[in-house]
Every structure is written in structure tokens, then in C-alpha cells.
């Protein structure tokens, strides 16, 4: 087949799809399928945290608190450590979709989400379990179903589509502590398996709906359709204006060098890289439960109750957060969902080391981990964007989430040493100990050194 004719083909489709996108209830059809997709995603990230330990017992044949456990626990996590070069690779596959359409690249991501549970499910061995993991490690960061919401919606509806959307993914990984409910078994090591199995199956079932129910965005389509209309002139003068404005674009070495001699910058990066560390108690969290059931602290019923009942707090003061940050701005609410964090980790590892109502337990990791996840996102995206010029703010956003990643693979590696040395019966004590310092330092220096940006004109930023 000729270019010519491809390009005909791909012509008649996208016009095909163009004229679906007025039908009076696509809209509604793909924000269903876009928002079952952000369950399935919050699912896939969340699943292996919320039977880790049993995980270990099975493909181990150990027991939890065990020095062998611990040494298990401490080599599992180090070599996982090191799935997550796969990211690596991360932005050149996502920029395919700028390329390519964002429709493919939402059933790929979908379907390989599936893809990686179901080889966690039928592993036999570490090896096949560590594939299965590099294969969720890629796909469940990408989030297609975002920049869908974000090109389809109304403007005046993008955001508080996105916030709901989310809300609902977050409440719904609830649905996991169920699943331990009915189907792990402490005396079946296995048994962790069938919290995998409805996950997978409806990631496989959504991304095949979303090849009949799903067209490609309205965004992407009046692009594609305006360079194919186009003539090979028309074309050439295009490339060469894309080329040109280009030119203004700085490299990574010079975002990270403006994030570092900036002060505004600098203090938002340490305040990342902190914030980032700190985060290592949310890959720990369910050993740390495990921990206070082997102290008989927590109860086989309290364990499920924790589970099922902070990601309904999550998602609702998630919620919650989106609206502190437009109304007391970015500073003062950052420093609200730090406190949050702060206070609730606290109180859940208290929960785990002595006697506390399984809800208030539940309660506090959900309020702790809203407050942090929130914080983050505005640290990364908002706060940055605001104190960056318009000419390198994406370069200087994508710089600062390399940052972020550096302070996630180092907790990676401090919670699994950890995890050999002092023993998966002290996680509690221990993680709590060592972040919280590191969450008061860094709201500190979020309330010394950086400056609200709430209001800040983005045009009339400039290169300092």
C-alpha cells in the first residue's frame, strides 16, 4: 500500500470519527468506559501493596516476622528496584501518542495492564512474577484516560471532570480490601492469587470495549485531518515553522540547571525530593498492618476493615484537597496537605504498633496519603508551572518529576534495607521515625523559601 493510499485511509477514519464525536451520547458512553479505565488503573497500582506480604510467604515458602521473610522481603523490593528502569523508556513511548493517536495507546495501556496481573497470577517462580511486575511498572503510570478527559471535555468541565474521575478510581480500590476479604487465606499462601483475577479480567474486558465504544479525540483528530488536507508544500512550510519555534527550547541540562539556580525553583526541588523519600511508607503499608496482626494488635477482621476503609478517605479528601488549593492557594494548602500527611501517618503507625479502632486506622493512612499524594501533584505540576517562564516551564515540569523519581528510588532501596536489618515486625516504628522528620523539614522549607504563586501572571514570568 502506497503512502498516498494510507494516508487516504487513515483520511476516511478519522472523518468517521469526527463526525461520531457529535452523537448526542458519545460523551456519556466515554466517560464510563475513561472512568472503569481509571479503576482498572488504580486497581493494577495498588494490588500487589495490598497483598505484598502474602506474596512473599508464597513464592518464598516463608512466614511473616521470619528472618527469612525479612531477607525475602529486603531482596524482592531491591530487585523490583530495578524494574523501574523501565521507565526510562517511558517518555519516548508516550510521545508515540502525539504521533500516532491517543485511542491505540489507551487500549495498549489498558490490555498490557492486563497483561502484567495475569502473568503475576500463573508465576510459578520469582522470574515470572518480576516480568509480570516490569510490565505493570510500565503501563499503569501513563494515564491515557487523563489527556482523554482533558481533549474531549468541555473546557469549563475538564477539571472537575478529572477530579471526580479520579475520585471515584480512588474510592474504588476499596474493592481490593473486599477481595482479601473473601478470597486470601492466611493458611493457603496462594490464596493472594484471586485478589488478582477481577482486576485482570476487567482490564481485559474495558480495553476491548474501548475498541468499539472508544474514537480518537476531538483534538487529535482536527490535527491529524488539517496536515493530511494539507499539500506537500503546505506540509514542507509547517515542519519548517515547527522547527523554528522549537529553537526556543532548552535541554535537560539546562532545565535542571535553572531548577538549581533559581531560588524559587531550588527550594520547590528540595521540597520534592523530600516529599518523594518520604512516600516509601505507602509501598510498606501492608506489611505494616501485618505487622500489628502478628502482634494481635490488628485482627484478621480489622486488617479488612483498614483495607476496604481508607480508600474511601482518600478519595474524598483528595476531593477535598482540589478545592483547598483555588481557595487559600498554593503555599497555604500545601502546607495543610502536609500536616495531613504528617498527622496521619503518624497515627496510623500508632495503629499498627498498639491498640487503636481499625477505622480510626483506616481513616488516618487514607486522610495521610491523600494529603500526600496532593501535595505532590501540586508540587510537580502546579507550583512548578507557576514559578517557571513560558519558554522552558515543560522542560523545567519534566525535569522536576526526573527529581521526584530519584527521591522515590531511593526510598525504594532505604525501605528494603531497612526491611533486612531491623525486620518486618519494627516497619511501624521505624518508617514512621525516619519520614516524618523528612515531611517537617520539608513543609518548612515550603513555608520559609517558596512563594505563593496562586495569582502569579504565567506570560510575565521571566528568566532570572
Given at each position: ?292 496482626f502478628s502482634k494481635g494488635v490488628i485482627t484478621d477482621s480489622g486488617s479488612d476493615i483498614i483495607l476496604m476503609f481508607y480508600p474511601l478517605i482518600n478519595g474524598i479528601f483528595t476531593l477535598l484537597g482540589g478545592f483547598l488549593t483555588d481557595s487559600l492557594g498554593r503555599k497555604k494548602s500545601a502546607l495543610i496537605l502536609g500536616l495531613w500527611a504528617a498527622v496521619g501517618l503518624g497515627v496510623f503507625a500508632y495503629g499498627c504498633y498498639f491498640d487503636l479502632n481499625p477505622y480510626i486506622t483506616g481513616f488516618a493512612y487514607g486522610f495521610s496519603i491523600a494529603g500526600l499524594w496532593s501535595i505532590s501533584d501540586m508540587i510537580y505540576f502546579i507550583i512548578t508551572s507557576e514559578s517557571t517562564p513560558t519558554e522552558i516551564r515543560a522542560s523545567v515540569v519534566g525535569s522536576m518529576q526526573l527529581l521526584g523519581m530519584v527521591g522515590t528510588g531511593l526510598n525504594m ?52
Amino acid at each position: 500500500m502506497t503512502r498516498s493510499q494510507k494516508e487516504q485511509r487513515e483520511l476516511a477514519r478519522l472523518e468517521k470519527d469526527s463526525n461520531f464525536h457529535g452523537h448526542k451520547h458519545y460523551f456519556l458512553i466515554l466517560l464510563i468506559v475513561l472512568t472503569i479505565v481509571y479503576i482498572v488503573d488504580e486497581l493494577a497500582s495498588n494490588v500487589r501493596s495490598t497483598v505484598d506480604s502474602f506474596i512473599i510467604c508464597d513464592l518464598f515458602n516463608t512466614t511473616f516476622g521470619s528472618p527469612e521473610f525479612d531477607k525475602a522481603s529486603g531482596t524482592l523490593g531491591l530487585i523490583t528496584t530495578g524494574c523501574y528502569l523501565i521507565y526510562l523508556i517511558s517518555p519516548f513511548y508516550k510521545s508515540l501518542a502525539d504521533k500516532y493517536g491517543r485511542r491505540p495507546f489507551l487500549i495498549i495501556n489498558t490490555i498490557g495492564m492486563g497483561v502484567g496481573m495475569l502473568l503475576s497470577i500463573i508465576s510459578g517462580s520469582v522470574v515470572l512474577f518480576l516480568v509480570g511486575t516490569v510490565i505493570l511498572t510500565f503501563f499503569t503510570p501513563n494515564d491515557a484516560q487523563v489527556i482523554y478527559i482533558m481533549e474531549c471535555a468541555p473546557k469549563e468541565h475538564r477539571a472537575k471532570l478529572c477530579s471526580i474521575t479520579k475520585g471515584i478510581a480512588l474510592i474504588s480500590v476499596s474493592l481490593l480490601g473486599l477481595f482479601v476479604k473473601i478470597f486470601v487465606n492466611r493458611d493457603v499462601p496462594s490464596s493472594w492469587r484471586y485478589v488478582y483475577i477481577i482486576p485482570t479480567v476487567l482490564a481485559f474486558l474495558i480495553g476491548g470495549a474501548a475498541i468499539y465504544f472508544v474514537r480518537e479525540t476531538p483534538v487529535f483528530t482536527q490535527k491529524r485531518l488539517k496536515h493530511l488536507k494539507m499539500s506537500e508544500e503546505e506540509r514542507s512550510q509547517a515542519e519548517a515553522d515547527e522547527k523554528k519555534s522549537s529553537q526556543g527550547g532548552i535541554s535537560v541540562f539546562g532545565a535542571f540547571k535553572y531548577i538549581f539556580t533559581n531560588k524559587q525553583t531550588r527550594a520547590i526541588a528540595i521540597v520534592a525530593i523530600l516529599l518523594a523519600f518520604s512516600t516509601g511508607y505507602t509501598g510498606k503499608f501492608q506489611n505494616m498492618i501485618e505487622a500489628g496482626f502478628s502482634k494481635g494488635v490488628i485482627t484478621d477482621s480489622g486488617s479488612d476493615i483498614i483495607l476496604m476503609f481508607y480508600p474511601l478517605i482518600n478519595g474524598i479528601f483528595t476531593l477535598l484537597g482540589g478545592f483547598l488549593t483555588d481557595s487559600l492557594g498554593r503555599k497555604k494548602s500545601a502546607l495543610i496537605l502536609g500536616l495531613w500527611a504528617a498527622v496521619g501517618l503518624g497515627v496510623f503507625a500508632y495503629g499498627c504498633y498498639f491498640d487503636l479502632n481499625p477505622y480510626i486506622t483506616g481513616f488516618a493512612y487514607g486522610f495521610s496519603i491523600a494529603g500526600l499524594w496532593s501535595i505532590s501533584d501540586m508540587i510537580y505540576f502546579i507550583i512548578t508551572s507557576e514559578s517557571t517562564p513560558t519558554e522552558i516551564r515543560a522542560s523545567v515540569v519534566g525535569s522536576m518529576q526526573l527529581l521526584g523519581m530519584v527521591g522515590t528510588g531511593l526510598n525504594m532501596v532505604f525501605n528494603n534495607v531497612v526491611t533486612m536489618i531491623a525486620g518486618s515486625l519494627n516497619l511501624p516504628l521505624v518508617l514512621t521515625a525516619s519520614y516524618l522528620p523528612l515531611m517537617a523539614i520539608a513543609l518548612l522549607i515550603m513555608m520559609l523559601k517558596v512563594k505563593e504563586t496562586k495569582d502569579i501572571d504565567l506570560d510575565k514570568i521571566e528568566m532570572e
